[in-house]
């Protein structure tokens, strides 16, 4: 790497950089051929790192992704509509149509609406531009022609129509215009009005990316250094009242005189740490759970290392599940109501059935809810890409690269291309075309807090979860037997969001037919995230409730009815209808420590720090 871009030369004012005033004419006084002189030679230099850093990373494999497969898919889609020409023909005329009236369209001067609410054309020089207009409007066309040619591609396997979509959508992602300087008016208006500094200020981002990412440019999605575990995120009052080499488990006690005698012990899933459902006093589930009276427990998973990078689901259920619900059963002297958040969802779901095999749910869980969690994998979304034989192989070579850990970089990655234009080249504009550093933003400093996963878990999770659905099918392999979701028979709760990426709502929904215990489902509005952390205070979003139970999500939704606001009153409604009576507050444990511990605080090793087994 040749360091940071040389500085421009000063120019015959004396000052490098300084902005060239506006005029009409280059006459002998115009400066601004000089300022035009600094700008070729800056993108000149910027350039040649570019290329530098192109042809570093063209030696370094994207880690966990789908696109493999998901290219092999792209090659027999094209092979199916070679041996269809005539049906190839008509969806190309199509797609000159679509031209056509594009063309048209702007010829008399109509404005276009499509792609209004999309990210990456919202700024006004977009649609002020004709030019930018043109490639907007243009763009959103093929793109959507594109992903059609997987799904309506004649012959071929309706998994290979979801990989060969996924791989239309990641190019289409790839190639949109804002993506390029010469095509984004945005861009190139700051290019200019700062004399180039700010491709010069973006690519000396790209570079100390590239750098820190070990080969893998993976741009901030929000500032690293604004946001602190315990200072201004995570902060409800809370003690560590257990801790093992796998878990901490933390109490916070009810803000109320009363409390309830049934406690809530959530399971979070461990991709990500536990204070997503903590993250700020205002949108914070535990706290509000709290001030309605419920003394609440939450585990902190520790990132793996070298003692539990061979950890399975067992070790996960034995230090982990059974660990915390018994501790939490024995300080209340009653079974808690179990909470299980997306994979924690199916954890519990696994250490449930185990329990109602030994004949011991009574003595240990109350109820359970499952929040945003699938237990049946038959149709899992696009993240069963991630779990055909292809991608097991290449997981388990990176885990063996990597010291027996799944890397959790390479799950957010994996993550991050289930929506490439929010979550990966939103932040290349950003920060590379437009030169702009990342700013304070706690959800997004949470989704890029990942933590190492052991391989052993791992890899079960895609092979009997994805790859087998052996939880909804009853074969999980669970501490020697196997389990599956009809052994469950505590009351459940089961939440889904309706536009859930990781958990579709179709998906979640199947779990309710395969339950033979007592069940009540709500659909929450929005995804993965703002469809749990909803606080009432927010006043957003709606819900739907549906005491049938029909036979599909989608006739489950035409009956239900919908209610504006926050789910969560319904819920601790549920839970406190099955909370005994109010009694005193437990005891708090002496010389604890406070919340949030210290697994929350582990961060990812550095790139280099990674050691083959």
């Keep these: 790497m040749n360091g940071r871009p040389s500085d421009p030369p000063a120019s015959s004012d004396g000052e490098a950089g300084t902005s060239a005033p506006h005029a009409k004419g280059a006459g002998p006084g115009d400066p601004r051929p000089g300022a035009f002189r600094r700008l ?26 789908a696109m493999e497969p998901a290219a092999a898919a792209f090659r027999r889609m094209i092979e199916a509509w070679a041996a269809a020409p005539d049906a190839f023909a008509q969806a190309h005329t199509e797609l000159l149509a679509r031209h056509t009236d594009i063309f048209r369209a702007m010829s008399a001067g109509e404005p276009s609406h499509e792609g209004d609410r999309d990210r990456r054309f919202s700024d006004p020089s977009w649609r002020d531009n004709p030019f930018a207009d043109y490639m907007r409007r243009t763009f959103l066309a093929q793109a ?42 945005r861009a190139l208006k700051a290019l200019f009005s700062s004399e180039g500094r700010s491709i010069s200020e973006g690519f000396e981002r790209l570079q100390r990316d590239f750098d820190a990412g070990g080969g893998r440019i993976r741009p901030e999605q929000s500032d690293p250094e604004a946001f602190r575990p315990g200072d201004n995120i995570a902060v409800t009052p809370g003690e560590v009242v257990l801790r093992n080499e796998l878990i901490e488990l933390i109490r916070y006690h009810a803000s109320t005189e009363a409390v309830l005698a049934t406690p809530i012990l959530i399971f979070p899933p461990w991709i990500n740490k536990y204070y997503i459902l903590d993250l700020t006093p205002e949108n914070s589930l535990v706290a ?8 609440v427990y939450i585990i902190s998973w520790k990132p793996a290392d070298e003692t539990t990078r061979s950890f399975d689901w067992d070790d996960y259920l034995r230090l982990g599940a059974r660990t915390a619900l018994g501790h939490v059963a024995a300080a209340h002297g009653s079974p808690p109501h179990a909470v299980g958040y997306c994979m924690g969802g199916a954890l519990l779901c696994v250490l449930a059935a185990r329990l109602a095999q ?16 699938q237990t049946d994998f ?44 929010d979550l990966i080249w939103r932040f290349v504009e950003e920060r590379y075309l437009l030169g702009q550093p990342p700013e304070p933003f706690d959800l997004l400093h949470w989704n890029s807090d990942q933590a190492d996963l052991p391989g052993p878990l791992h890899m079960t999770s895609l092979r009997e979860l994805y790859g087998a659905n052996a939880l909804a099918q009853g074969t999980f392999p669970a501490e020697g037997t196997i389990v599956g979701l009809e052994h469950i028979d505590a009351p459940v709760f089961i939440h889904a969001a309706r536009k859930d990426h990781i958990s579709p709502f179709p998906s ?14 709500l659909l929450a509005d929005s995804g993965h995230i703002a469809g749990v952390v909803n606080p009432p205070s927010a006043g957003k979003y709606r819900y739907w409730t549906n005491p049938e139970q029909p036979a599909t999500a989608e006739l489950w939704l035409e009956g239900a009815q919908e209610t504006p606001g926050s789910w969560w009153p319904v819920w601790s409604a549920w839970l406190t209808a099955r ?30 720090r990674r050691s083959r087994a």
């Design 40 to 65: 070729g030679l800056k993108i000149a230099d910027l350039t040649r790192e570019l290329a530098d850093i192109a042809a570093l990373a063209g030696e370094n494999r994207l880690a966990l992704t």
């Design 144 to 185: 959507a022609w594109s992903e059609n040619l997987a799904w309506t591609a004649p012959g071929l396997s309706e998994s290979d129509r979801r990989k060969a979509a996924f791989f239309m959508r990641q190019a289409s992602a790839a190639l949109s215009p804002s993506n390029l300087l010469s095509a984004n008016p």
């Design 288 to 295: 509000w759970l709290r001030d309605q009276g419920f003394t």
């Design 358 to 373: 030994e004949g011991r749910t009574q003595d240990h869980i109350g109820s359970l809810t499952l929040l945003a969690a």
């Design 378 to 421: 038959s149709d899992p979304g696009d993240l069963s890409l991630f779990a055909d034989e292809a991608a097991l192989r290449a997981s388990a070579e990176l885990i063996a690269d990597s010291g027996g850990v799944m890397p959790g970089e390479a799950m957010a990655e994996a993550f991050n291309l289930l929506r490439p234009e």
């Design 508 to 521: 979640v929904y199947r779990t309710l037919q395969i339950l033979r215990t007592q069940a009540t489902f």
């Design 579 to 608: 909370s005994g009576a109010q009694t005193a507050p437990p005891p708090r444990t002496e010389d604890a420590q406070p919340a949030p511990g210290d697994y929350v605080r582990i961060p990812l090793p550095a790139p280099s």
